[in-house]
């Protein structure tokens, strides 16, 4: 079983930053890709960012130039750099871990249970 775990979310003023981290466990020897997705009510669960082992990335349009996506290979580690954060900014915010390798077994993909951004005045 791999668990996923989000942190680093909170609440924060227009203009502000926060770093969101992500650890994968679970007797793990190899992640393939890691990224960020965050979802409204109601709405669709959309990639923020994403990006291999190989440390390729991809940022949705929205956030390109403000959001910094990175990993730790060694740790099964992501992180996400948020900066001059916007109200529109404010989801839950999940982290997925694709292409996992466990001594039991392969997934094909595992989420965390995500964490909240809220960004308000």
């Known amino acids: 079983q791999v668990q996923v775990v989000e942190s680093g979310g909170g609440l924060v003023q227009p203009g502000g930053s926060l770093r969101l981290s992500c650890v994968a466990s679970?007797?793990?020897?190899?992640?393939?890709?890691m990224g960020w997705y965050r979802q409204a009510p109601g709405m669709r669960r959309e990639l923020v960012a994403g990006i291999t082992r190989d440390g390729v990335t991809n940022y949705a349009d929205s956030v390109k130039g403000r959001f910094t996506v990175s990993r730790d290979n060694a740790k099964n580690t992501v992180y996400l750099q948020m900066n001059s954060l916007e109200a529109t900014d404010t989801d839950v915010y999940y982290c997925?871990?694709?292409?996992?390798?466990?001594?039991?077994?392969?997934?094909?993909?595992?989420w965390g249970q995500g964490t909240q951004v809220t960004v308000s005045s």
């Open positions: 997925k871990a694709a292409g996992v390798t466990t001594v039991a077994g392969y997934y094909d993909d595992a």
């Open positions: 679970g007797m793990i020897l190899r992640v393939n890709d």
